[in-house]
């Protein structure tokens, strides 16, 4: 299993369209990916459990991923993040 915490950067934080496209991504990889929001962990293939966790801007994100393709997974989701969901602010 690889982790690592990650800073919500973008000004809308995880709203639906940033959550579809985590989950989409989330869904290429074979193994689990999760985030947990101070406790409240979430599947990150599954959009109804990342938008509960409710994460805005500035909010601190713990991403694990466990499985095959492990660190290809955290790195393309971090890059994700890092590039603020693609999103024009």
């Known amino acids: 299993m690889v982790s690592q915490d990650i800073l919500i950067i973008n000004r809308l934080g995880l709203h639906a369209r940033a959550a579809a496209q985590l989950v989409r ?4 990889y074979p193994c689990e990916i999760r985030l947990d929001n101070a406790g409240q962990v979430s599947d990150a293939k599954s959009v109804m459990q990342v ?12 991403i694990s991923a ?13 890059g994700l993040f890092a590039a603020r969901f693609n999103e024009l602010e």
Do not use: S
């Open 25 to 28: 991504m989330a869904n290429e």
């Open 51 to 62: 938008l509960m966790l409710g994460a805005t801007e500035g909010t601190t994100l713990k």
């Open 66 to 78: 466990d499985g095959d393709k492990e660190d290809d997974a955290l790195e393309a989701v971090i």
